[in-house]
């Protein structure tokens, strides 16, 4: 049964429905995963919606093959994708791991419930933002997205396609239960308006590619599997042939590739969007679903004449350092809600290095944080004596 | 070093086209049998119609996970464990491609058993190639899924306690198309089985019964690496066809070898397209007689 990649129009979706359409509308035709809660609507969609468009799903044994299956699914050119929640997130570490070491595009879809271990499955949590960051062992860079309504779970999705397409890496969405659950209105635009981008290709001759050679921008072209440059892709520390170098020479080379062609592409990668920042004194800075209680936070805060801004962060990982760095000596405070015990927190009290205070506006999962808890922490940081 | 072994790398070999040249010397040890079992796959692919450029080789970790590193096709160094559920994407997403995994016992069958179980089951239309050299090589020689029971490894100094799988028939009871086995020195009927393995849809599975001097061959006093070939060999009895169940590994009896299973089945990829083509009747296929299942209810 054909079907449209790009269901132009506004509809009425959850925040899981809306990504499994932004990864269709990028381009995606490859869904590996698992069952789970509070993600398994994103699979289940997209068991309906790749056939329709010549894609294949494929319901793999756990997260662990979920997340191998996709790698390959990209080395044989296809967009790939796998969804999740935190328990599968777990697994899927060691093979994000490979994708980041063998430069492999490709999204996997974190709609974060309350841990740890199983934690609350049906309700809301942001634990996993350091996980996202450090959970693979050794040494990289990512790029993680966090949306905070349907409307977002398709645009970010999209985002962390060409992210991933651009930087040759697996780009993860932090959503969460609350945005993965609610229903609201998604406008589709029409495909033409719509950004994909693809991996680069390699066009020098057979004989003289170098699989892992950066190209422009620090990325190296990628060839798929079946081009015919009979290129070796390995999870061992490899040089620019892709060839193991079994020494330390080989993996400062290599991860200085990794580090390089994602901190010095920030400018194309940072994302944040700030609301009535420009006379704040104090900077609220949230992501994902905090972000919405932050945002209504902030407006009733206007209201009653606090001089309070927001910084909504669309990219978290890599974080916004030097914007940071700059804002803190401007504002009496920083404030950050966030569904965790303090992770995010941590990144922008090291970047703000004392410059102002930092404050933790927390909730351990299991419900949203409110905006009266982030306004009483408005008021009580304007009320320090500076 | 003698005149020969200064000699040798100048000469050109019959399947250097498929070697990675460049990484020559590998890491093997001299006397493994991994070594057999490449040449077996790199004479199957020789002899195979598809073009070079839809040949993929995924492997997982270990001695013989190192074997995607000198293969020159489009080849990928996995996860441990992982090569079969990396390569099912590889497969689905360019079903053209023509998937060859090849990999260890303990990577395939210990951390990756789940993976072989679900894709022989899905019958992905996968070759996998196990290596089979009841240890752990990679490592220094520990207790694998294949250990028999009693041999000694650095994990099971004073004998295994476990008892081992039967791999070939376990992947016939998942539902594999293609299953064979062969010791290393049966290098024309490996070959053979490779070929047909390859040639076959669906997933294929050939075990490759193979010497470990160095690890798993030392600390069994089989020390010489013809000697272990030997001890294998001459213990194995051609049964072709016997029911799986039944191809047993015994070094006191028999080591069975053949080919055991060789059937049809749909692939994932036909079963797929046939189910999205909406060309199924609704399950059950004999419908459910509602009044019927009431009454014994009632009754
Ligand atoms: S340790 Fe054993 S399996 Fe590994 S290369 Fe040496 S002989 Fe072969």
């Known amino acids: ?386 | 070093m003698s005149a020969q072994a200064q000699a040798a790398p100048q000469a050109a070999h019959p399947q250097d086209e498929l070697l990675r040249t460049d990484r020559i010397p590998h890491i093997w040890c001299s006397g493994c049998g991994i070594g057999i079992a490449f040449g077996s796959l790199m004479a199957a692919i020789a002899k195979c119609d598809t073009p070079r450029d839809d040949i993929s080789v995924v492997s997982g970790i270990g001695c013989t996970g190192r074997l995607a590193g000198y293969i020159h096709l489009d080849s990928f160094h996995t996860t441990h464990g992982r090569a079969i559920p990396f390569a099912t994407g590889l497969h689905l997403t360019r079903p053209q491609n023509k998937v060859i995994v090849a990999s260890g016992d303990g990577d395939l069958l210990a951390i990756g058993g789940n993976h072989f179980i679900h894709a022989a089951r899905r019958n992905v239309d996968l070759t996998v190639i196990c290596v089979n050299n009841f240890n752990y090589g990679m490592t220094g020689g520990q207790l694998a899924p294949s250990t028999p029971f009693g041999a000694k490894t650095t994990t099971t100094p004073m004998g295994s306690p476990d008892e081992p799988f039967n791999f070939c028939a376990l992947a016939a009871a998942c539902g594999a198309t293609y299953v064979a086995r062969w010791t290393a020195l049966h290098i024309r009927r490996l070959t053979t089985a490779i070929s047909e393995a390859m040639n076959k849809k669906g997933f294929s599975f050939v075990e490759v019964i193979a010497p470990c001097p160095t690890a798993f061959g030392r600390r069994n006093k089989i020390r010489r690496s013809l000697d272990l070939l030997r001890f294998y060999y001459e213990r194995s009895v051609v049964k072709n066809h016997l029911a799986p169940g039944e191809a047993t590994i015994d070094f006191d009896n028999k080591l069975v070898v053949g080919k055991f299973v060789d059937i049809e089945r749909p692939t994932y990829l036909d079963q797929y397209d046939m189910v999205n083509r909406g060309e199924l009747e609704a399950w059950p296929a004999t419908g459910v007689d509602a009044s019927a299942a009431g009454q014994r209810k009632a009754g």
Request: charged content about 20%; hydrophobic content about 40%.
């Open chain 1, 1 to 386: 049964m054909a079907g449209k990649a790009v269901l132009t129009g506004t509809h009425f979706m959850n925040g899981d429905e809306a990504c499994c359409e932004g990864a269709l509308a990028a381009g995606c035709r490859f869904f590996a995963g698992y069952p789970i809660t509070p993600a398994t609507e994103v699979a289940e969609r997209m068991s309906r919606r790749l056939p329709q468009v010549g894609g294949v799903f494929v319901q793999m044994e756990d997260e662990i093959a979920s997340m191998a299956a996709i790698l390959g699914g990209s080395w044989g050119g296809a967009k790939s994708m796998t969804s999740t929640s935190g328990p599968g997130y777990s697994l899927m570490l060691e093979n994000i791991g490979l994708g980041l070491c063998t430069e492999t595009p490709c999204v996997v879809c974190n709609v974060q419930r309350a841990g740890p271990s199983t934690g609350l499955p049906t309700l809301v949590g942001q634990g996993d933002m350091m996980q996202a960051r450090w959970g693979s062992h050794g040494v990289y860079e990512v790029i993680a997205v966090a949306p905070a309504s349907p409307q977002e779970m398709f645009d970010f999705t999209i985002k962390a396609f060409n992210l991933s397409e651009e930087f040759r890496l697996p780009v993860t969405i932090l959503a969460d239960e609350v945005v993965g659950h609610m229903n609201e209105r998604v406008v589709v635009p029409p495909a033409d308006q719509i950004v994909v981008k693809d991996r680069l290709k390699p066009t020098v001759p057979k004989e003289s590619y170098l699989p892992y050679q950066p190209g422009p921008y620090g990325v190296a072209p990628m060839a798929n599997a079946g081009d015919g440059y009979y290129m070796h892709v390995t999870g061992l520390t490899h040089d620019e042939r892709g060839y193991p170098g079994m020494d330390a020479a080989t993996q400062v080379e290599m991860t200085t590739r990794l580090r390089d062609k994602i901190q010095n592409n920030l400018e194309r990668i940072l994302d944040y969007d700030t609301v009535m920042l420009d006379d704040a004194e104090v900077a609220v800075v949230a992501y994902g679903i905090s972000a919405r209680s932050a945002r209504g936070a902030v407006l009733a805060a206007r209201e009653r004449g606090l001089k309070v801004g927001l910084i909504k962060l669309n990219v978290v990982w890599p974080f916004p350092e030097q914007f940071f760095r700059e804002l803190a000596p401007k504002v009496k405070a920083m404030i950050m809600p966030e569904i965790n015990l303090g992770q995010m927190v941590l990144e922008l009290e090291r970047v703000v290095g004392g410059r102002c205070p930092v404050e933790l506006v927390a909730h351990p999962g299991g419900a949203i944080i409110t905006p009266d808890r982030i306004i009483k922490a408005v008021q009580a940081a304007l009320e320090e004596k500076p």
